[in-house]
Nanobody
Framework: QVQLVESGGGLVQAGGSLRLSCAAS????????MGWFRQAPGKEREFVAA???????RYVDSVKGRFTISRDNAKNTAYLQMNSLKPEDTAVYYC?????????????????WGQGTQVTVSS
């Protein structure tokens, strides 16, 4: 049984930082893609960042230069370092895993999902 478990969310002031973690169990995703999505109240789920084979990465424009996605294949864990947080970053953040090699920004192309972790940025 595959599980993705997020941690590291919380309440932070604007300009602060948080580091999200996503621990995978049940299978390895070292050759696939790990991604982060977020969903704010009343909005659709949106792509945030993804990391794939060879540590290739992709980000949504709104987080470029502020967020960094990484992975530790030995621990089967992905991370999202979030710096210079803004109130508009407030959302539930979801970890997702894709078995195929190609990076994707489309949520339907991911095979497994975590339960989500709340990130709240106060102004």
């Amino acid at each position: 049984q595959v599980q993705l478990v997020e941690s590291g969310g919380g309440l932070v002031q604007a300009g602060g930082s948080l580091r999200l973690s996503c621990a995978a169990s049940g299978r390895t995703f070292s050759s696939g893609v790990m991604g982060w999505f977020r969903q704010a109240p009343g909005k659709e789920r949106e792509f945030v960042a993804a990391i794939g084979w060879g540590d290739t990465t992709r980000y949504v424009d709104s987080v470029k230069g502020r967020f960094t996605i990484s992975r530790d294949n030995a621990k089967n864990t992905a991370y999202l370092q979030m710096n210079s947080l803004k109130p508009e970053d407030t959302a539930v953040y979801y970890c997702a895993a894709r078995l195929r090699v190609r990076l994707s920004v489309i949520s339907d192309e991911y095979d497994y999902w975590g339960q989500g972790t709340q990130v709240t940025v106060s102004s």
